[in-house]
Nanobody
Framework: QVQLVESGGGLVQAGGSLRLSCRAS????????MAWFRQAPGKEREFVAA????????NYADSVKARFTISRENAKNTVNLQMNSLKPEDTAVYYC?????????????????WGQGTQVTVSS
């Protein structure tokens, strides 16, 4: 079992930055690929970014490429999402997810473990 706890959400103006963090309880954190998803009001949850066990491979949704950066610190059981140049359409609840496999995947169905989410609100 893996427990995930997100932090770092909040209210920011358009063009600003936020850094989300997700801390995992797993003793073998480095064996999990990690990802961030988000869900805006009235919309389905969507993929944002994913990272392999080593951090050597990453994937991004087209809507966040060049603005968001996913990273991980295996020694601290943490995965981060640096979000720059935020837009109002980035407003959503952001979820951290883990899968038992070292390669990142884009589908939420591939991830067995989820955090409770953190709210990100971007004002115009």
């Amino acid at each position: 079992q893996v427990q995930l706890v997100e932090s770092g959400g909040g209210l920011v103006q358009a063009g600003g930055s936020l850094r989300l963090s997700c801390r995992a309880s797993a003793r073998t954190f480095s064996t999990y690929a990690m990802a961030w998803f988000r869900q805006a009001p009235g919309k389905e949850r969507e993929f944002v970014a994913a990272i392999s066990w080593s951090g050597g491979s990453t994937n991004y949704a087209d809507s966040v490429k060049a603005r968001f950066t996913i990273s991980r610190e295996n020694a601290k059981n943490t995965v981060n999402l640096q979000m720059n140049s935020l837009k109002p359409e980035d407003t959503a609840v952001y979820y951290c997810a883990a899968r038992t496999g070292r390669t990142p995947r884009l589908s939420e169905n591939e991830y067995a473990y989820w955090g409770q989410g953190t709210q990100v609100t971007v004002s115009s």
